[in-house]
């Protein structure tokens, strides 16, 4: 079992072991089809590119993750998807191409702790150091809280339990790619300069709640609130119309992940270091909160290994 321990609303490491004891490895992912590749074109928001100031040195700033220091970052013209994949789109492309996700490999998921019932959250290991996480026999994207749940009422949601690995599957099928870390920080900023949130630095101007995030004292949530991923395109999207680029999932993005490699790499259509063990993931999810992990800023970045799945995880494709 993997046992690197997760910060609160980051993703549990599944290690190299899992893939050799299990003995398989995931299907090299066919050609795009025409159909696939139109469809997601139809969802991609077209952006000019240009320079913009990546990163953070604020008194939030995570320094241990390398959002500083501020650098003047150039990205070439690109398109971005306006929502994370969802549920319904991730089940097109299963069905056109019989793909099986690592997780269902593996024979399992992480799952945090609330949404899992008392017995199976009885039966399920946690992880050492994070002990709201539980591996979970037969959580996959498909029972994205294990056993006897399913997404037929969440087809609008963002996929869950998706490696690295499953999402660049599903871009090759579809004619996409994953964006890098710079132009995911680009397309999430949403054209505004130096601020914490695709719409400023108030977390809920006027009251408004902008974002999934946890709410209470994580790990507890607060009496009667409503936790867990909400529709792709809840809330309002950014100066650029993307949604959910802060809350909701983390989302893989193409860069091997170093927390120093920026200082000194290029700025112009920067793509992170050449090699590297854990890939970037931006945007924070539901389970973030600034009682523990204050990642669903602009410039928050975190990582984990290639294989690795959970159920705050998911994607959004570029071209």
């Not at 505004?192 to 101007?205: C, I, V």
């Not at 209470?216 to 792709?232: A, I, K, L, N, Y």
């Not at 680029?245 to 120093?260: I, K, L, Y």
């Amino acid at each position: 079992m993997p046992t690197t321990p997760p910060l609160s609303c980051c993703a549990p490491a599944h290690q190299a072991a899992d893939a050799a004891r299990t003995g398989k490895a995931p299907p090299a992912a066919p050609a795009p089809r025409r159909s696939a590749a139109e469809r997601a074109a139809r969802d991609l928001v077209a952006l000019p590119g240009g320079t913009f100031q990546m990163g953070s040195e604020g008194p939030e700033t995570v320094r241990a993750d390398g959002e500083g220091p501020v650098r003047e970052v150039e990205v070439g013209p690109f398109a971005m998807s306006a929502t994370t994949v969802t549920n319904a789109a991730f089940a097109s492309f299963v069905k056109a191409t019989g793909h099986v996700t690592e997780a269902e490999h593996f024979g399992f998921s992480y799952v945090f702790h609330a949404f899992l019932p008392p017995a199976l959250r009885a039966a399920s290991p946690t992880v050492g150091g994070a002990s709201w996480w539980h591996a979970v026999r037969g959580a996959s994207w498909r029972a994205p809280q294990g056993p006897g749940s399913d997404t037929r009422s969440r087809q609008d949601h963002p996929v869950v339990h998706v490696t690295w690995n499953d999402a660049t599957a599903y871009c090759a099928w579809s004619g996409t790619r994953l964006p890098t870390e710079a132009e995911w920080e680009y397309a999430a900023r949403g054209g505004l300069a130096g601020k914490r949130y695709p719409w400023g630095d108030d977390l809920s101007p006027g009251g408004r709640r902008m974002l999934a995030i946890w709410q209470g004292d994580f790990p507890h949530p607060e009496p009667g609130s409503s936790q867990g991923t909400v529709p792709v395109r809840a809330h309002r999207p950014n100066g650029y119309g993307l949604y959910n680029t802060v809350g909701n999932v983390w989302e893989w993005c193409a860069d091997w992940f170093s927390a120093t490699h920026h200082r000194t790499g290029p700025r112009r259509s920067p793509a992170g270091p050449p090699t590297g063990t854990t890939r970037v993931m931006r945007g924070g999810s539901h389970l973030c909160h600034t009682s523990y992990c204050n990642r669903y800023r602009v410039s928050a970045r975190t990582s984990n290994t290639p294989d690795s799945s959970t159920g705050n995880t998911g994607f959004r494709v570029a071209r």
